[in-house]
C-alpha cells in the first residue's frame, strides 16, 4: 500500500509554461513534504519542502502547494526551462519518524524547447 | 565539497556471491540510510543508521545487512545476492533542519546486476 502516490508517470511541458506535478498521500500523520528531482546517472537532488503548518512556499521558479484536507500537494514549477526535464520525486515524513522519508514512485517531467 | 560517494557506480555479479557497496559521505551527518529505487516503485528504504553503531530495518530489509562503524562510512552487505536485488542502489545522509526535520543527500547511486 503506497502511502505516497504519484499518478501521473509522465508529463510533457512547452519551454516558458508552468508544469505542475501532483503528489497525493494517505498517511494523515505525514507533516513535513519534500520534493527531490533526479538527473539520469545522478542520485536525487533536494528541491524543496513545506510544513504541515504552511499551505504553500516559494523558492523562485519553484512552488509547492499542501492542500491538507484533500491530502493533496504540488509542484509548479513557472516558466519551465529545457534543464527542468528529470524526473521528480514526492516525499513525506511523520512527526514521531522525521527522519523516515516515504518517496513516491515519481513523474518524468520532459520540457520541449 | 559536500558529498555522498558510492562505490562500485555500476556491478555485476552472480547469484550468491557475497558483495559489499560502499558509502561514505563528509559532512558529518548522524543519520544515514540506504534506497533502492525499482520501476513504479519510487525509493524503498532498506536500512538506516541513527548513529555509530545504531542501524535499523526500513521497509524491505530482507537480503541485505548493513554496519556503521564509523560516522562517515555506512557500507550495505549481500552476502548472497539473488536476481531479485537487482535495483539501482542510494545511499543518503541527513541533516537536520531548523523545523526539526530531515533533508536527505544522495549519492549517484549503484546500478547491480545480479544474473
Known amino acids: 500500500d503506497q502511502q505516497v502516490k504519484q499518478n501521473s508517470p509522465s508529463l510533457s511541458v512547452q519551454e516558458g509554461r508552468i508544469s505542475i506535478l501532483n503528489c497525493d498521500y494517505t498517511?494523515?500523520?505525514?507533516?513535513?513534504f519534500l520534493w527531490y528531482k533526479k538527473y539520469p546517472a545522478e542520485g536525487p537532488t533536494f528541491l524543496i519542502s513545506?510544513?504541515?503548518?504552511?499551505d504553500k512556499n516559494e523558492d523562485g521558479r519553484f512552488t509547492v502547494f499542501l492542500n491538507k484536507s484533500a491530502k493533496h500537494l504540488s509542484l509548479h514549477i513557472v516558466p519551465s526551462q529545457p534543464g527542468d526535464s528529470a524526473v521528480y520525486f514526492c516525499?513525506?515524513?511523520?512527526?514521531?519518524?522525521?527522519?523516515?522519508?516515504?518517496f513516491g514512485s515519481g513523474t518524468r517531467l520532459l520540457v520541449r524547447p | 565539497e559536500a558529498q555522498v560517494t558510492q562505490n562500485p557506480r555500476y556491478l555485476i555479479t552472480v547469484t550468491g556471491k557475497k558483495l559489499t557497496v560502499t558509502c561514505s559521505q563528509n559532512?558529518?551527518?548522524?543519520?544515514m540510510s540506504w534506497y533502492r529505487q525499482d520501476p513504479g516503485l519510487g525509493l524503498r528504504q532498506i536500512y538506516y543508521?541513527?548513529?555509530?553503531?545504531?542501524?535499523d530495518k526500513g521497509d524491505v530489509p530482507e537480503g541485505y545487512k548493513v554496519s556503521r562503524k564509523e560516522k562517515r562510512n555506512f557500507p550495505l552487505i549481500l552476502e548472497s545476492p539473488s536476481p531479485n536485488q537487482t535495483s539501482l542502489y542510494f545511499c543518503?545522509?541527513?541533516?537536520?533542519?531548523?523545523?526539526?526535520?530531515?533533508?536527505?543527500?544522495f549519492g549517484p547511486g549503484t546500478r547491480l546486476t545480479v544474473t
Open positions: 559532512m558529518n551527518h548522524e543519520y
Open positions: 498517511n494523515s500523520m505525514f507533516d513535513y
Open positions: 516525499a513525506a515524513s511523520a512527526m514521531d519518524s522525521s527522519y523516515k522519508l516515504i
Open positions: 513545506i510544513s504541515s503548518i504552511k
Open positions: 543508521s541513527m548513529n555509530v553503531e545504531v542501524t
Open positions: 543518503a545522509s541527513s541533516k537536520v533542519v531548523a523545523s526539526g526535520n530531515y533533508e536527505q543527500y
